[in-house]
């Protein structure tokens, strides 16, 4: 008989599949593993792991190499495919590159799910400060330029319910986990009409964010510019950078409507 466990809507969790997608997030954040590493690490008895291991492995999804698996490249016509059904995406990586050409720095775009920032595309420019930029990663939305940009332009019902029944998340000592902060740090944001992600995520780094809305006013995503703290941090530098992201936002915001 199948295991199951009970879920909070009255349904029934199928645990081997909960299991199976455990270990395909785990090949995610690993290079490989070994079938005993995996057995430890989700606690479970190594027969197990060998089963779910030869199991991907057979149905294209785990490639093994000398007794060690990860995933094989197959996971990528998902993903793409997923990512390419994304209208914005569509419509905004040409101007992505081209923003990051432009002004020499890291540019992203994302869109919210599951109380997270999820990045959907980005390029980075001679300066970024990095050089590869992790599509397809998540952080919670309170920690990022382009989760404030989105969360700031939530409806009150909405936000509360965000702040309610989601782990705010804290990555370093400048992250906003305060609740009274957050909202006082979302009205700025709405006035301003851009977020400032001011080294919350990541120390060193400062960031530019700014929505990108249907004709409706409905949020759908959000741009940001990412930098150095000693380089965005600069009056002059902040200005025109913002400039320059409102003017792209512009162009997505058009090209989305008549796409």
Same mark, same amino acid.
């Given at each position: 008989?199948?295991?199951? =466990?009970?879920?909070?809507?009255? $349904? ?23 079938? =005993? ?5 989700? +606690? &479970?008895? *190594? $027969?197990?792991?060998?089963? /779910?291991? *030869? ?11 000398? !007794?060690? /698996? ?9 993903? !793409? ?15 992505? +590159? ?12 994302? &869109?919210?799910?599951? !109380?997270?920032?999820? #990045?959907? /595309? ?12 992790? #599509? ?41 986990? +305060? ?14 009409? /851009?977020?400032?992600? +001011?080294?919350?995520?990541? &120390? ?8 990108? *809305?249907?004709?409706?006013?409905? &949020?759908? !995503? ?25 003017? $792209?936002?512009? #162009? #997505? ?7």
């Amino acid at each position: 008989m199948t295991d199951t =466990t009970s879920q909070d809507d009255g $349904t029934q969790s199928l645990s081997v599949v909960r299991q199976a997608f455990e270990i395909l997030e785990h090949l995610t954040d690993v290079e490989s593993t070994g079938v =005993t590493e995996l057995a430890n690490e989700l +606690d &479970v008895p *190594k $027969t197990t792991a060998h089963s /779910y291991l *030869k199991t991907l492995e057979n149905t294209g999804y785990a490639i093994n190499e000398d !007794g060690r /698996y990860r995933l094989s490249l197959r996971i990528l016509r998902h993903a !793409g495919q997923l990512r390419h059904s994304f209208t914005l995406y569509q419509v905004g990586r040409s101007q992505v +590159d081209r923003l990051a050409r432009e002004t020499g720095e890291a540019v992203n775009l994302g &869109v919210p799910e599951g !109380g997270e920032r999820v #990045i959907i /595309y980005g390029a980075e420019g001679e300066n970024a400060i990095w050089d590869d930029v992790p #599509i397809g990663s998540r952080t919670p939305l309170n920690l990022t330029a382009i989760g404030k940009a989105i969360l700031s332009h939530w409806s009150e019902p909405r936000l509360r319910a965000f702040l309610d029944g989601q782990g705010l998340g804290e990555a370093t000592e400048h992250s906003l986990s +305060d609740e009274d902060r957050i909202v006082a740090e979302l009205e700025e944001t709405r006035e301003r009409g /851009y977020s400032v992600e +001011d080294e919350e995520h990541i &120390v060193g780094v400062r960031a530019f964010g700014m929505p990108i *809305k249907q004709s409706d006013g409905t &949020v759908i !995503g959000a741009m940001s510019i990412t930098g150095p703290t000693s380089r965005l941090s600069q009056t002059e530098t902040e200005k025109q950078l913002v400039n320059e992201l409102r003017e $792209t936002v512009n #162009i #997505i915001e058009l090209r989305h409507e008549q796409y």
